[in-house]
């Protein structure tokens, strides 16, 4: 199990003069599953940006084991540490097996000599993410459903003991959302690896994670278990959502009914009446 530890310590990030994340403190569990959620422009992203360095903050710091991220050599950090951003770009022509083999820079000499290790990382991201038969393809052709995947594949050749990824079910159909999740829970049973991941839907991010971190306007709001994160009071409040919050009938973690504006059951035709507890 991973023992890198990556934390937030009065944390501010901005934009030129607008400010997303103000004086945010957040301690990563080594070793667990992070899911992140919160409305639309609530400053998920620029936080998981801030924490891989992409984003030099304003002011605060980001500590991995205990030194500020800063001050580590950029590819050391590289060894440790893996992002899939929200809005990755490949380079145009790239083939599927080259992109997910530059997630393997970080651990190459300075020749950046090729090595069967490399390839053997490079084979089984590609089948982890079901992406080995588009290896010889550009990635220009492919759909954003393969695309995804594919970029996925290269955070996996990374073989990093810290994953940070953006929305990584983005563009991904119900199965294919559940293949990835079912593949990062995965890796974190059989390696160790400490995954922190953007989830816009609440319902399975309260299913995969094992630490839930509700975001508002920039700032946390609540963190810890699903169970004690995913209730109706919070989702109202920080989402503007009216629900109901019961038992999942797979997992037993909290589920989501949204109340909406849809019609009362017994204004629909041929139904029956159905009373919702409390």
Known sequence: MSTHTLDAEGLTLAYEDRTVVHELTLRLAPGQVTAVVGPNACGKSTL???????????????????????DRP?????????????????????????????????????????????ENAVAAALTATGTAALADRSVDELSGGQRQRVWIA?????????????????????????????????????????VVMVLHDL??????????????????????????????????????????????????TPLVVPIGRHRAPTDLPGTTPVEVPA
């Open 48 to 70: 998981l940006r801030g924490l891989s360095r992409l984003l030099t903050p304003t002011a605060g710091t980001v500590l991995l084991d205990g030194t500020a991220i800063a």
């Open 154 to 194: 290269m955070a996996l050749a990374q073989e990093t003991d810290i994953l940070l990824l953006d929305e990584p079910t983005t563009f991904l159909d119900l199965a294919h959302q559940i293949e990835v999740l079912d593949l990062l829970a995965e890796l974190n049973a059989e390696r160790g690896t400490t």
């Open 74 to 118: 950029t590819r050391e950090v590289a060894r440790l540490l893996g992002l899939l951003p929200q809005t990755a770009v490949a380079p145009e022509g790239i083939t599927v097996a080259d992109l997910v083999g530059r997630g393997r820079f970080p651990h190459q000499g300075f020749w950046r000599r090729w090595s069967a290790a490399d």
């Open 203 to 252: 319902n399975l991010a309260a299913r995969y994670a094992d630490v839930l971190v509700a975001m508002q306007d920039g700032r946390v709001v609540r963190s810890g278990p699903p169970a004690t994160v995913v209730t109706e009071e919070l989702v109202t409040r920080v989402f503007g959502l009216g629900c109901r919050v019961v038992a999942d009938p797979v997992t037993g």
